[in-house]
């Protein structure tokens, strides 16, 4: 089976697309290389530089590969950015996913499994999350997702196109073989701030408000593992082709950590003081998203192989102590 990967020089993409080869699927990666890294990509995956917006690029990739499935990874997806410049978001997060489905569907592609986030639930009225609580984005990021997600709906509607829709909570860790990882330039992710504090690179983790209606007033956030996301990708896709249908699931392992517990796990697992200081709140930062992963677990039996913070960070750290600079280094 030849899976195409869109975004597979990403973070999750690149991990995903190591999955799938060792799982002994065809892989074939179609990335911008905008915010991905072309060394991310494993030498056993062929690859296209292109934009999914470009046709004529999609043309190329489908003609020269009998794709059977595609997982789609391709975005921007820095909230904050994205209150700022909606259009880039809209534009991109839309706009290229629709171009790649219209191309999907010239070439009877009929299974994908996209990328949406827990950031489609906004504030969420309940703890733990379910799949079929109430959508309401507070940020452009979430609702260029959301709107995907009504898309695919539609899709299928009309051209039978089954999808796997994935809603990921807090991504963390990186391949435990150290080779992969995580880098966003610029960085706004907790752990690897964390992380770059631990190596010297900044001074100090800035706590963003500890005035959160939570036990230590810090928000609380459900991590999963890289690899463990990666692995329910492969797990989804092959429900769907299996039975022919679509599905939406929360990614994530149903317990929450404030972020005090994640600077604290850090120590630990670093050995480094990790200094910290209390700054504002990030706006549009909601208190606690947990996910409820028991229509993961009932549905595709996933259990995730990094079941501990301490775990998640070690992977996270043998990454970074080695990859300072991320891909630069190699
Ligand atoms: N945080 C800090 N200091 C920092 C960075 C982060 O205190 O320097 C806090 C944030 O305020 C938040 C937590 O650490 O409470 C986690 O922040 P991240 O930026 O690592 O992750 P988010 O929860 O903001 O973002 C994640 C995904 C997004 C997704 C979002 C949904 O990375 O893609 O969840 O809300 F959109």
Redesign the pocket.
């Known amino acids: 089976m030849t899976v195409l990967v869109c975004g597979g020089a990403g973070y999750i993409g690149s991990h995903t697309v190591r999955e799938l080869l060792d799982k002994g699927r065809e892989v074939v990666v179609a990335d911008s290389l905008v915010t991905g890294h072309r060394k991310a990509v494993d030498e056993r995956a062929s690859f296209y530089w292109g934009d999914l917006s470009d046709e004529a690029f999609l043309d190329v990739v489908f003609r020269e590969n009998d794709i059977d499935a595609v997982i789609d990874f391709a975005a921007f997806?820095i909230?904050g950015e994205s209150v700022t410049n909606p259009v880039k978001y809209f534009e991109n997060n839309i706009g290229s996913t629709l171009c790649l489905l219209k191309k999907m569907n010239e070439y009877g592609v009929k299974h994908i499994v996209f990328s949406s986030?827990?950031?489609v639930y906004g504030e969420p009225e309940v703890v733990p999350i379910t799949e079929s609580d109430r959508t309401l984005p507070t940020n452009p990021?979430?609702e260029s997702k959301l709107c995907v997600e009504k898309i695919l709906k539609w899709f299928d509607n009309a051209y039978s196109l089954k999808y796997a829709v994935l809603r990921?909570?807090?991504?963390a860790g990186a391949h435990i073989s150290g080779k992969i990882g995580e880098d966003h330039k610029p960085e706004?992710?907790?752990?690897p701030?964390i992380l770059d504090v631990a190596l010297g690179k900044r001074d100090k983790?800035?706590?963003?408000?500890d005035d959160y209606p939570t036990d230590d007033g810090?928000?609380v956030?459900d991590y999963i593992h890289v690899s463990d996301l990666a692995r329910a990708h492969i797990l989804a896709l092959d429900k769907i082709m299996a039975e022919n249908i679509s599905v939406t699931y929360n990614l994530g392992n149903g317990n929450g950590f404030s972020?005090k517990e994640v600077i604290e796990t850090a120590r630990r697992v670093t050995g480094k003081e990790i200094p910290c200081d209390i700054a504002e709140r990030?706006a549009g930062?909601?208190s606690v998203?947990i996910a409820s992963s028991d229509k993961l677990t009932r549905e595709l039996g996933f259990e995730p192989e990094f079941n501990t913070l301490e775990k998640i960070i070690e992977t996270a750290w043998k990454w970074h102590s080695t990859h300072p600079d991320g891909y630069k280094d190699r």
């Open positions: 997806s909230v986030t827990a950031a990021y979430g990921y909570f807090n991504a706004t992710h907790l752990i701030i983790i800035s706590i963003f408000g810090t928000c956030r972020v990030r930062d909601p998203l």
